[in-house]
């Protein structure tokens, strides 16, 4: 750690592990980093607050939570927000691929960076008594959790839908239960609201999962021939004998 006035562990992500791999993930969906002071902000929503304090204690920070007053569709909103400054965090997330989007390996197949990830972007609820579950990104990180689901989670086959950096997966269902269990079951470190949703959309009861009905079928030829089964057939079907 860097003798200054504001502490900060320099180092607190510098090896992957449940923790560092979460904020890791959350940052990238819900943060900012700036080039040029190579600080690093994040802001939420007042409901949100006791999340901004978990970051802090794991970045084992003095650094000052303060209030967000703002307008959002004509509406006064009042959130909290962290800025803090480290140039080997800010180092250590450009190596992760945050600014070229080509994320680290390691990174990619961890279920506790994609739990970061969905709480910082995604939608977790239940419409019509099905989990529904929605992570909206830029096209380049939506196929690379894509990726990641579909090994993870054979049935999902969801794709990406939108273009440029407003693009979105979206599961309903079996799919959708099963991503929520892979990402929170048994996790320890999430967003309490999330994980408690998820936690209660994980024990709900589904029906099984029906095969897709078949495409009937007819033979469009039977009639081309005179046989006695197709004469039988015509006079049954047009003189009822």
Not at 8 to 23: G, L, M
Not at 69 to 84: A, H, M, P, Q, Y
Not at 159 to 170: L, R, T, Y
Not at 186 to 208: F, M, Q, T, Y
């Amino acid at each position: 750690m860097m003798n200054r006035k504001k502490r900060i562990d320099d180092f607190a992500f510098s090896r992957i592990n449940e923790f560092s791999a979460y904020w890791s993930g959350f940052l990238l969906a819900d943060g900012y980093m700036n080039p040029k002071t190579k600080q690093i902000f994040l802001q939420l929503a007042q409901k949100d607050r006791n999340h901004i304090y978990k970051l802090r204690e794991f970045l084992r920070t003095n650094y000052k939570i303060g209030r967000h007053d703002g307008i959002r569709r004509g509406t006064k909103t009042f959130g909290i927000r962290i800025v803090f400054y480290s140039p080997i965090i800010y180092q250590t997330f450009i190596g992760y691929g945050f600014k070229s989007n080509k994320l680290n390996r390691r990174l990619c197949n961890n279920r506790h960076f994609w739990r970061g990830v969905v709480d910082g972007d995604g939608h977790l609820g239940i419409t019509n008594g099905k989990p529904r579950f929605t992570l909206v990104g830029t096209k380049s990180i939506l196929a690379v959790f894509l990726k990641f689901a579909k090994k993870k989670v054979p049935i999902l086959e969801a794709n990406i839908s939108g273009h440029g950096s407003i693009c979105a997966v979206q599961s309903a269902g079996r799919p959708a239960q099963a991503i929520m269990k892979l990402l929170y079951q048994g996790s320890k470190v999430h967003l309490n609201r999330k994980k408690d949703l998820a936690e209660r959309i994980i024990l709900l009861p589904l029906p099984s999962r029906t095969a897709k009905p078949r495409r009937r079928e007819i033979d469009e030829t039977a009639f081309n021939y005179v046989t006695d089964e197709s004469a039988y057939w015509i006079g049954y079907i047009f003189f009822g004998v």
